[in-house]
């Protein structure tokens, strides 16, 4: 089965920074790639996904960058805001199999 | 749509006890979800179905732990008989097959004493 490993798992970034969380996976079958965020006590929420016929797709501050020779894709959060703090997963198929999260703190 | 539904948000029970949690998927949706959350394991898929059929339920922990679809709209996760271990927030999440996007409910947090 797939295997998702996301690094790290904590990150700090000084408000206005920006932040990079990595994701590798194993099978090279896998051709849709989430990111969800899911703040303190509420549900996960998808913000941004890429599908493996495209290596890079942005939405406004968000974007994520997929390397298929290499089996990773990356989130990108640029310009940080405080609520942006959350726990970060990236998942990888369409049986979504889910990293272990990355939590992002935002200083202020 | 008021999304997917979960009952009961919180539960608190003792050792040994029966457990059933409640998943109403958004009308249109074909595909369900079981997870289960903890600090340490992250979400774990428990078990998906497609078309009401239990598709791959490799993730269910062991025979303590099943799963029923009866119908297209609704879906049961029963723990019988319950331990700490299961202590965790269960989520279920619905989808359109192929279209991508999970929409997840609320969670139910379980805790076995």
């Known amino acids: 089965g797939e295997n998702v490993e996301q690094h790290p798992s904590t990150l700090s970034v000084q408000e206005g920074d920006s932040a990079v969380i990595k994701c590798t996976y194993s099978d090279s079958a896998s051709n849709y790639f989430p990111w969800y965020k899911q703040e303190l006590g509420k549900r996960p929420q998808l913000i941004i996904d890429i599908r493996s016929n495209v290596g890079e797709k942005k939405d406004q501050r968000i974007a994520v960058t997929l390397n298929k020779t290499a089996k990773h894709f990356s989130l990108h959060i640029t310009e940080t805001q405080p609520e942006d703090s959350a726990v970060y997963f990236c998942a990888a198929t369409q049986k979504l199999t889910f990293g272990t999260g990355t939590r992002l703190t935002i200083i202020p | 749509d008021a999304g997917v539904i979960q009952s009961p948000r919180h539960e608190v029970t003792e050792m040994g006890q029966e457990v059933t949690l409640r998943c109403k998927l958004i009308?249109?949706?074909?595909?369900l979800f079981w997870y289960r959350q903890t600090m340490m394991r992250g979400l774990e898929l428990l078990i998906y179905f497609n078309n009401n059929v239990p598709i791959d339920d490799s993730g269910m922990p062991e025979d303590r732990f099943s799963a029923k679809m009866p119908n297209a709209s609704f879906s049961t996760l029963k723990i019988q008989p319950s331990e700490p271990r299961d202590s965790a927030v269960y989520f279920c999440a619905s989808d359109i097959t192929g279209a991508g996007e999970l929409f997840f409910g609320e969670g139910s947090r379980l805790t076995v004493l």
């Open positions: 009308s249109g949706h074909n595909s």
